[in-house]
Structures are given as structure tokens and as C-alpha cells.
């Protein structure tokens, strides 16, 4: 084990090196299912660092591990990053990697291939200093996320390939530890109506007027939601409406809206339908609801299809993982740790509020940057979190009673 003080050194002497992976994996462009490339760099990274075995599942996830201990501790961080966007608001190329002022800058940078590069640091410094024989780390670099958060992660478990005790979500906390967020699901409303020809509407019924009550009730709904402790508010929101008919000159026979929700705690999909069906206006229109689907392939060409219900979760301040993380952080940096919440999802969805597998939060980078032009991230935030992660491993170890 490192004396406290000597985490952060470890990871400094580690810098350059880190920062030049880090900026191969952001000059690799990498959309939700089209993640390859960038998965057999990160893998040649693995091995080129010493992982005992890396392995690619066939979803397309990157599974390193180095030890072989009973306690398994998984880093886990996706690949995929949202497209640039308008790239007349970028200030530089948004695959340059380009590091100025300590500022590592690209589309990826916070969300989240930061988080991925310091935990494959971790390994490598776990490696130069020796892992305690009662841990095994695995570090995850996993696929699909911003389509499908936490879809890799049902395949890993479901699949039987892996079931860590705990997972550390690398996503961006700006270096606080975090341990919840709120979940979220899409859902359809349809009401249907009768056509007929546009210069005789009343011989029909229009389903876009039996759609307005709908979308004002859901107005209406979203501002009668109630906070409850500690994620705050759940929110409703409609992110498209669309309708059908057999013509433009025609009376609507069919009208769909989606709905975006963000789940607090007690919000389940089973209360989250329930509500929108007891809506006066639902009733009345007879409309109906449905909870979609994703079905999108993998890299690989993987289709691993599952409902778009993302479950919330959140663990208490003072659980025993949260009291090793606090420790691991005072190890690597003396100070005392913030904790908080994400305001986005995360692949917690699935290792936490699906499979309850204790997990927390600690990234590099920052929330505000994700999905933004001139996303960002501090090189000393990368060097940070390797230490953290190091410093998390070896307390973990030291709390199972056996040392290295
Ligand atoms: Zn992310």
C-alpha cells in the first residue's frame, strides 16, 4: 500500500502519458453504435499497461481486469460520446485533443472519455505498486450510454459476464463524490380520431383536438409534481408531437405525442403511467399509453432490446460505501470530499436502481460541459482521478481485513 500522502504522486508521474491516451481517444470519434475504434485503442492501452486479461463482450464493451481478489471493484465509463453539433460553435476542431493551459478540449473530453482514461491509469499505477491480493479491479469501457444508459451494463450482468460488488461511475462530478440521480423514461400518448375530407370536418372527429386537452393537462401536470428528498423533482415534458392522415386535406385520424420524464424518488414507470392515464383528458379521449422500446445494434451488430425505463437511484450519505470513498479521497488528497447529485443520467440506472449493486459517483470534468461546443476538461482533473480510484482500491482492500 502507498503511504497516503503518495497517491497523487503516483498519479502525476503517470501525467503525460495519460494525457496522450487521452487525447488519441478524443481524436477517435465515437457516436453510440459506432464505438469500435475507439474500443481497440483503449484496449491496446490496457494491454500496453499491463491488464492481466481484456476482453471485448459481444455487445461491443471492453472489459479489462487486473487481480484476481474476491472483492471486485469495477471503474466503469462509456466511449460514446453526442454528435458536435453546429460546428460554427466550436472555437477549434471538436476532434483536436488539443491541451492548452492544462485544458484538454474535444467532444468527449467531460463526457466522458476522461473518466475511462483515468481509470485505465488507475490500473496502470495499480500495477506498478501491486494490487492487494483480496481485490479485483475491472475497468469497463462501455458502449451505446447517451442512446441507452445502463443497457451495456443489463448485458453484463444479465449475461453472467460480470457482478462487481461495487461500481464507480466515472462520469463527471468536477471531483465531488456523487451517489444518486434521478431516472427517467419516454412514453407515448395516442388518441385516435376519424378522417374525412378537410372541407367537411364535422363529418369526422379530429385526433389533434382530442390531443390539446392532453398536452395542456401535461402542462399542468409538470408544475403540480412534488419534490421529495433528496433528488428534488421529477419533471414531465413533451419532446415531439406528430399526427397522421390519410391527406393534408384531410381530417387528423391519429396523434401521437412523446413524453420526456425524470423520475424522483418513489416515481416508478408503473406511477408514472398510472398518472398520465388518470388525466381527465386521457379519459375522456379514450387516448392510450405505451412505454417505448430500444432496439438499436451495437458496434458489433448486437441488438439486446429493452423498455426505456431508466430507474432512479440514490444511495444514503452515510453508507459504507460512501464512508470508503470519503476515506479514499482524504488518502489521495488530504482534504475533505464534497458529495452530490448528477442533474443527467447515467449507466447507474442499471448497476444501482436495477440490480442494486452499490454504486457511486467520482469523474473528471465537468456536468455543464457534456454535450456542449468547447467541451472541456482540467489534465489535473485525469491525474486526480487516478489517484482516487488507486486510493479507493487499496482502501477497499484494507476494509476486507487482508493487505498485499
Ligand atoms: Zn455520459
Not at 485503442?41 to 487486473?66: A, S
Not at 399542468?220 to 413533451?238: M, Q
Not at 487516478?386 to 482502501?395: D, G, I, Q
Request: some cysteine; overall charge negative; aromatic content about 6%.
Amino acid at each position: 500500500m502507498l503511504n497516503s500522502s503518495t497517491y497523487y504522486a503516483g498519479a502525476k508521474e503517470l501525467e503525460s502519458d495519460l494525457a496522450k491516451f487521452m487525447q488519441d481517444i478524443i481524436r477517435i470519434p465515437s457516436l453510440s453504435s459506432e464505438e469500435g475504434a475507439v474500443i481497440e485503442r483503449i484496449r491496446e492501452e490496457m494491454l500496453h499497461v499491463g491488464f492481466d486479461e481484456v476482453t471485448v463482450d459481444p455487445m461491443g464493451n471492453l472489459l479489462g481486469r487486473i487481480g484476481s481478489g474476491p472483492h471486485v471493484i469495477a471503474l466503469d465509463g462509456h466511449v460514446d460520446t453526442v454528435d458536435t453539433g453546429d460546428l460554427s460553435m466550436w472555437d477549434r476542431d471538436p476532434h483536436s485533443g488539443d491541451i492548452e493551459d492544462g485544458i484538454l478540449y474535444g467532444r468527449g473530453a467531460s463526457d466522458m472519455k476522461g473518466g475511462v482514461a483515468s481509470s485505465v491509469y488507475a490500473g496502470a499505477l495499480l500495477k506498478k505498486i501491486g494490487i492487494p491480493d483480496n481485490v479485483t479491479l475491472y475497468v469497463t469501457a462501455t458502449v451505446q450510454e447517451e442512446d441507452c444508459d445502463g443497457l451495456c451494463w443489463q448485458f453484463i450482468v444479465n449475461e453472467d459476464l460480470l457482478r462487481p460488488d461495487l461500481v464507480v461511475i466515472t462520469e463527471p462530478t468536477s471531483l465531488r463524490i456523487y451517489r444518486g440521480h434521478r431516472g427517467r423514461m419516454e412514453m407515448e400518448v395516442n388518441t385516435s380520431g376519424v378522417s374525412c375530407h378537410g372541407s367537411a370536418p364535422e363529418r369526422g372527429v379530429n385526433a389533434v383536438y382530442k390531443m390539446a386537452g392532453i398536452i395542456a393537462d401535461i402542462e399542468k401536470l409538470n408544475e403540480e409534481l412534488e419534490p421529495r428528498e433528496p433528488l428534488g423533482k421529477g419533471t414531465v415534458t413533451i419532446s415531439e408531437i406528430r399526427s397522421t392522415s390519410p391527406s393534408l386535406c384531410a381530417v387528423a385520424d391519429g396523434c401521437t405525442i412523446h413524453l420526456d420524464r425524470r423520475l424522483t424518488v418513489g416515481e416508478t414507470e408503473e406511477t408514472s403511467v398510472a398518472e398520465i392515464l388518470a388525466l381527465p383528458s386521457v379519459r375522456e379521449a379514450g387516448a392510450t399509453v405505451k412505454v417505448l422500446d430500444y432496439a438499436v445494434p451495437s458496434h458489433t451488430g448486437l441488438t439486446y432490446p429493452t423498455r426505456k425505463y431508466y430507474p432512479t437511484w440514490d444511495i444514503d450519505e452515510d453508507d459504507p460505501v460512501m464512508d470508503d470513498a470519503k476515506i479514499a479521497y482524504r488518502a489521495a488528497f488530504g482534504g475533505e470530499p464534497e458529495t452530490g447529485f448528477w442533474t443527467f443520467s447515467t449507466n447507474g440506472v442499471a448497476t444501482a436502481g436495477m440490480y442494486h449493486i452499490p454504486s457511486i459517483g467520482f469523474g473528471p470534468g465537468h456536468e455543464h460541459f457534456a454535450h456542449a461546443p468547447n467541451e472541456q476538461v482540467e489534465v489535473e482533473h485525469l491525474v486526480r482521478c487516478t489517484a482516487f480510484y488507486t486510493a479507493l482500491v487499496e482502501t477497499i482492500a484494507g476494509q476486507q481485513g487482508e493487505q498485499k
